[in-house]
Structures are given as structure tokens and as C-alpha cells.
């Protein structure tokens, strides 16, 4: 038994709801943070702030679908590695971490697929017009191709708190929206790169998240160790992950 898990059976109920739940509200509200920051340094762009600002109003429903799917996998796989865990059943568990990047990166892939070749008539779907559009089709391109990206970070933040780390969870989310601002500055301003640069930030910084995430796992310091057999998608595990991430899925498309 590794320490986390006899820190699971050992510490008291309130003691466990503070390590667990503050890390995963840091985690949630730093993941807001990106379209905040994105908003607050587009919408200072000289000339054309405005425009940009509407343009990227309108890619919103694109980015809520993506992290919709982050939340499927992320909470669906970290709940059926905790019951795994409490069934003592930790091969399974870790069977559950490969099955969830494979998957990660197939939905990924996809949305990046379908999104770029559709995206005139998406964004036309949800409000551009043709003045905010070539906005708003700047920004959600680059978005799109790193939808992997988001997606990865989003499951290895909740996979990682199951793993018996909240701390570092709220680390790696919080040194990736810090990333974010940083470059937000720099891209937009620094380089005059416009709504581009401020795309191109959030895409790196969500890849920070997700490679920190898999060298979490790669380099042993997991308490549930990573295996490259797993990667193998396993048709039980898969429904086990939708059947209990679809209600937090909903949840997000619907807010």
C-alpha cells in the first residue's frame, strides 16, 4: 500500500475534503482563467480590439465542446480509477490512464479534423459575421490544432488527483495559465502577432500541462505506474469512463 492510499484509509473525512477539493477548485477556476486572460489582452489590441474581442465571443461554443470532452475523460477516467483503487484492483486502474490518453487523443484529433474543415460554416452557425469572422477563424484555427492538447491537460489534471496528488494537479494547472499570461503579452505585443499570438499562447500552454502530465507517469513518480499495453482501448473501460464522465460532459455543454 502506498502512502496516498494509506492516507485515504488513515486521515480524517475533513482533512481529505480540504486536500482534495481545494486543489481541484484552484485547478477549475485556472482553467477558466485562459479565456479571461485571452479576452483581457485581444481586447487591448490597438485598432482592432473590438472586432477580435466579438470574434472570439463567437469560437466560445467550439472551446466549451472541447473542454466538454477534457471533463468526459478527465472525471470519468479519475472516479473509475478511485473505484478501482478502492477495490484494490490497481492493474486496472492503471489499464484505465492508457485507455484515457488514447482516447484523448483520438476525440482530439477528431474535433481538430472536423473543426478545420467546417469551420466557415461553424462559425457562421454560432454569430459571425463576415467583419469578426476572419477574427474569429485566426483564433479558433491554431485553437483547434491543439485540441489534443487541451484535451490531454484537462484528463491528467483529474487522472492525477486520483492518483493521490491534488498538490502538484493545482501546480501544473497554475504554471500553465502563468505560462499563458506570459506569452499572451509577449505574442500580442511583443511580436504584434494579434489574435494569433494570443491563440498561439494558450496552445503552448496548454501543451506545458499535458507534457508535465505524461512525464508524471513516464518518469515512475506515479503512485500508479504507466504502461504502454494499456494504450490499447479496452471497449469496458471506455463505456466505464463515458457512463460516469457524460453527466459533468452535459453539465459544461449546457452551461
Known amino acids: ?10 486521515e480524517s473525512i ?4 480540504l486536500k ?6 484552484i485547478g477549475m477556476m485556472v482553467n477558466a482563467l485562459y479565456n479571461v486572460v485571452d479576452r483581457m489582452f485581444i481586447g487591448n489590441i490597438p485598432g482592432v480590439g473590438p472586432l477580435a474581442i466579438t470574434g472570439l465571443g463567437v469560437t466560445m461554443p467550439i472551446m ?3 473542454l466538454a470532452f477534457g471533463m468526459l475523460i478527465g472525471v470519468g477516467s479519475a472516479t473509475n480509477i478511485s473505484i478501482k483503487l478502492g477495490q484494490k ?12 490518453i488514447s482516447l484523448s487523443v483520438i476525440i482530439g484529433i477528431l474535433i481538430t479534423v472536423i473543426g478545420i474543415l467546417f469551420s466557415n460554416s461553424i462559425l457562421k452557425a454560432f454569430g459571425a459575421s463576415d467583419a469578426t469572422l476572419v477574427y474569429a ?6 485553437i483547434l490544432f491543439g485540441s489534443v492538447f487541451n484535451i490531454l491537460g484537462m484528463m491528467f489534471n483529474n487522472i492525477i ?17 502563468a505560462t499563458n499570461i506570459v506569452l499572451d503579452a509577449l505574442f500580442i505585443f511583443g511580436f504584434n502577432m494579434g489574435i494569433q499570438g494570443a491563440a498561439f499562447a494558450t496552445v503552448i500552454s496548454q501543451a506545458v500541462t499535458a507534457l508535465w502530465g505524461i512525464s508524471y507517469y513516464l518518469r515512475g513518480k506515479s503512485n500508479l505506474k504507466f504502461r504502454k499495453s494499456s494504450l490499447k482501448l479496452n471497449k469496458n473501460i471506455i463505456k ?6 457524460s453527466a459533468p460532459f452535459a453539465m459544461q455543454i449546457a452551461a
Open 161 to 177: 488527483r486520483g492518483d493521490g496528488n491534488p498538490k502538484l494537479s493545482a501546480i501544473i494547472m497554475t504554471v500553465g495559465c
Open 89 to 100: 484492483r490497481k492493474e486496472e486502474a492503471e489499464s484505465i490512464i492508457g485507455n484515457a
Open 20 to 25: 482534495y477539493s481545494v486543489p481541484a477548485i
Open 137 to 142: 477563424k485566426a483564433y479558433i484555427s491554431i
Open 1 to 10: 500500500m502506498n502512502n496516498s492510499q494509506q492516507v485515504l484509509g488513515t
Open 14 to 17: 475533513g482533512k481529505l475534503l
Open 64 to 66: 466549451t465542446i472541447i
Open 240 to 245: 466505464a469512463i463515458c457512463a460516469i464522465g
